[in-house]
């Protein structure tokens, strides 16, 4: 296949594929046997990771909000035990008129897909081996990916996956048949930090719910319900919320802390501070599950039986 086309004016064209450190490299018997190991069906498809493809934000329109290409050099850096070696993938390699090599295309330029065939091993084996922006690739660098390859089995089973989670996620907000009951949802909305929780009505609760969770695209909906799931987890997430409405603590956004507060709202202690790795919701829960004088104190305050009483 073609990556990407070139003009040039230069003489002397020769044909190459793979390149190590400028000097061409053919790929062994044993290497096509492991590209073809690995890649048990042909052709295979390179595609948009999911990174770089989400729901479109728009009511009105139903196709995925994707590029509308992609591009990365087909050059890669990769360390070996004498150094760094330098990897290109090239269609075609041509001298300027100062005996210079150009190795053409430079970069890849891709539109969502392309098709690799048997024809293509060189190519397969430098995007899976050496590019840097191939998702999972063994010289990946970790980074929002640019190509992956596809594998259709395991998509099926993410799709699935996803689409069952969706519909629990729905069910058990909204479904008065399955759904959690009243006093169940409103719990979960404080878990969730949700403020005056106890104020709205039960189907505004439902969609305080279904806003808060769907802020994070990607694992929104299985956290809530993993934390559904555990109610130990529930129960401490929902006290910390009551105790912030009921103004026996609050966080202050511009000092980035936890504080209690006395008979008049203002603060009074530091409980805890909130680090840029955690967020203001998991610092105050860790704090309760990790400190048992803030817990003893909490629960006191809002006057939470003991285990002994």
Known sequence: M??????????????????????????????????????????????????????????????????????????????SETGIDVWRYAENVVYGTDGQKKFIPINLRYTGSIALTYKDMELIWFLWKFCPYTKEGENWNKKVPKIEFENLVERADAKAQKEEQKADFKALIYSTKVGLKEDQLRKVAKALMIPGVDELTPNQVRLHIEQRVLVDRQNGIANFLNMVDSESVLNIRASIQTAVDEGIIKFIANTKEWVWTDDKGKRSETICKVTSRTNRDDAIFNTYAGDESFKERLDSALKIPTFEE
Do not use: C, W
Not at 11 to 34: C, G, H, R
Not at 60 to 68: E, G, R, V, Y
């Open 2 to 79: 073609s990556v990407g086309g070139f003009g040039s004016q230069h003489s002397f064209k020769t044909f190459a594929m793979l390149y190590k450190n400028d000097e061409q490299v053919k790929l062994t018997p044993a290497q096509i046997k492991e590209i073809k190991s690995k890649f048990r069906k042909f052709p295979i498809r390179a595609i948009y990771p999911e990174e770089r493809v989400n729901e479109s934000p728009s009511a009105h329109n139903t196709l995925p909000d994707k590029p509308n290409s992609l591009s990365f050099p087909l050059k890669a850096s990769v360390k």
